[in-house]
């Protein structure tokens, strides 16, 4: 017997919320992969906001530095594109257990590694 899962029409609703960063995992593909884990604590902080009219907000403290803005988040099937202040950011995101993962993957250029970010937020 074959099990086959209904997909929610609009299961991006879910986004709509609070997120607190929790971590965040960069893994470089150079001659040799090296990974680089950054933890939630006083000096990095970060809340997102999305909104239902498709506009979204942050807060972030890096390395006690404070940043804010406001943006759009526009999503098709898994992945999401948030534009927010000078930077476009193109993810697939999955929602688990209350944690939003965020992963963003560039390919390998002639001037740099290829790598992969994997940040995942808790639900407020």
Known sequence: QRSFKIKPKFGHLKLVDEWTFLSMETITYSEEEEREVVMQDKKNVETLSFHR??????????????KKGRGLWLIRDENIRIIALADTIDATYNIDNGILTLTTSEKETDK?????????????
Request: charge should be positive; aromatic fraction near 18%; charged fraction near 20%.
């Open 53 to 66: 009219s498709g506009s979204m907000s942050f807060v972030s403290v890096n390395d006690g530095k404070e």
């Open 112 to 124: 740099f590694y290829g790598f992969t970010s994997i940040v995942k937020y808790q639900n407020k």
